[in-house]
């Protein structure tokens, strides 16, 4: 029996291809449900807790403490630099999302990364999030992502990974293509 694990890129290539082999042979288990709790605090300050998650066909115990998150505004937009805004936690969760895609993938193709990281900047108009002109979006206008890669491929085969992380980076992905979100009330 083997017992040598092959590690690339911090992740096991076994365990890899074990959980592939799983989804393919049960493709419900690929069917993942995140959650977010936020409240308000005062201000544009407001904290979110993250913990359970359904994925793999149950509910997932793994994590026995809540994450927390304080969302704030900088003073120019009438906070007190509680935290990142959410403008900024967006910047974050796609630069975290871009990052664990290409590594993930470069792991499945066999190229080793010995260096990576990311530089992200958002245009945004606030004519649109003030109801100043319906013609502005009230989001981003446009994300720049600047990656550094150091890796033990050709230029074409990083380019290709790249081009690849883009298209299967879930946050991405969201990002990319309108995604229906239902705003709800309740009572």
């Not at 981003?140 to 600047?146: A, G, K, N, S, V």
């Not at 991405?172 to 009572?187: A, Q």
Request: charged share 20%; glycine share 10%; with cysteine.
């Amino acid at each position: 029996m083997n017992t040598h694990t092959q590690m690339i890129n911090g992740l096991d290539k076994d365990q890899m291809m074990t959980t592939i082999a799983a989804i393919q042979q049960q493709p419900g288990l690929a069917r993942f449900q995140f959650r977010a709790r936020n409240r308000w605090v005062s201000g544009g300050e407001n904290r979110s807790t993250i913990q359970d998650f359904y994925g793999a066909g149950q509910e997932d115990d793994s994590r026995t403490q809540p994450f927390h998150f304080t969302n704030g505004e900088p003073p120019v937009l009438l906070g007190a630099n509680e935290g990142a805004n959410p403008v900024e936690y967006l910047l974050h969760a796609l630069a975290g999302c871009v990052t664990t895609t290409l590594v993930l993938h470069a792991a499945a193709r066999g190229i080793r990364i010995r260096a990576l990281s990311t530089e992200l900047e958002g245009d945004i108009d606030l004519h649109g999030l003030l109801g100043l002109d319906d013609g502005v979006p009230a989001g981003y206008e446009q994300i720049t992502i600047r990656m550094k890669v150091d890796a033990d491929c050709s230029d074409q085969e990083l380019e290709d990974l790249m081009g690849y992380a883009r298209q299967h980076s879930p946050v991405c992905n969201t990002v990319c293509r309108p995604v229906p979100v239902r705003l709800e009330r309740v009572v």
